[in-house]
């Protein structure tokens, strides 16, 4: 079994920053894809940024410019650094990890950008 773990939402004012992780544990030899998606209230659930064992990396529009999406293969863990963030980010975030040919999810992280 596999768990993942993310933290480092919150509040935050529009043009503040943030920056969330997400640490993987459990039974993992290698992670394959990483990465973050978010769900704003009614909404589907939507790709943030995902990055490869390797590190490339890929970018919904909406975050291009403003979010940094990295990993650390020895701590198995996943980044995202939000800059410049907007109220339309405003959205529980999710990690989620390749592995085993699973896709596996995290609990989710609220991230709220309102003055």
């Known amino acids: 079994q596999v768990q993942l773990v993310e933290s480092g939402g919150g509040l935050v004012q529009p043009g503040g920053s943030l920056r969330l992780s997400c640490v993987a544990s459990?039974?993992?030899?290698?992670?394959?894809?990483m990465g973050w998606y978010r769900q704003a209230p009614g909404k589907e659930r939507d790709l943030v940024a995902t990055?490869?064992?390797?590190?490339?990396?890929k970018y919904a529009d909406s975050g291009k410019g403003r979010f940094t999406i990295s990993r650390d293969n020895a701590k198995n863990t996943v980044y995202l650094q939000m800059n410049s963030l907007k109220p339309e980010d405003t959205a529980v975030y999710y990690c989620?990890?390749?592995?085993?040919?699973?896709?596996?999810w995290g609990q989710g992280t609220q991230v709220t950008v309102s003055s």
């Open positions: 989620k990890a390749a592995l085993w040919g699973n896709d596996y």
């Open positions: 990055i490869t064992k390797v590190g490339s990396t």
């Open positions: 459990g039974n993992i030899v290698s992670i394959d894809d």
